[in-house]
Nanobody, 131 residues
Framework: VHLVESGGGLVQAGDSLRLSCSVS????????MAWFRQAPGKEREFVAA???????????YYAESVKGRFTISRDNAKNTEYLQMDSLKSEDTAVYYC??????????????????????WGQGTQVTVSS
């Protein structure tokens, strides 16, 4: 499985960006998908995740710092995960990584938000927000 992020860039505070994570090697519906980020000098932190535990059970989680501003979504036909980021702030500046997890359960929020539980990672895309 190969994950490739794109869509990062330099924007001003208040602007929007949409990150994409293209999945190859297996259908994206086989995975729980998440976004994490890492700012310079800081530890990697959870941003957003979603999984379908079944055809009707869908879990979505967001970090408190991005709730109401970021939206995670998926296009199964394109095998791509997205992170729509609105009202960007300077503190959103980081390298953003997408990650995939073969465990689809999703009901344990703490587990779903922990990077160590993810099986595959992309190389990251830089997002810089100037104030």
């Amino acid at each position: 499985v190969h994950l490739v992020e794109s869509g990062g860039g330099l924007v001003q505070a208040g602007d929007s960006l949409r990150l994409s994570c293209s999945v190859s090697g297996r259908t994206i519906s086989s995975y729980a998908m998440a976004w994490f980020r890492q700012a310079p000098g800081k530890e990697r932190e959870f941003v957003a995740a979603q999984t379908w535990a079944s055809s009707i059970v869908h879990f979505v989680y967001y970090a408190e710092s991005v709730k109401g501003r970021f939206t995670i979504s998926r296009d199964n036909a394109k095998n791509t995960e997205y992170l729509q980021m609105d009202s960007l702030k300077s503190e959103d500046t980081a390298v953003y990584y997408c990650a995939a997890r073969e465990d689809l359960s999703g009901s344990n929020s703490k587990e779903t938000m922990t990077g160590a539980n993810y099986d595959y990672w992309g190389q990251g895309t830089q997002v810089t927000v100037s104030s």
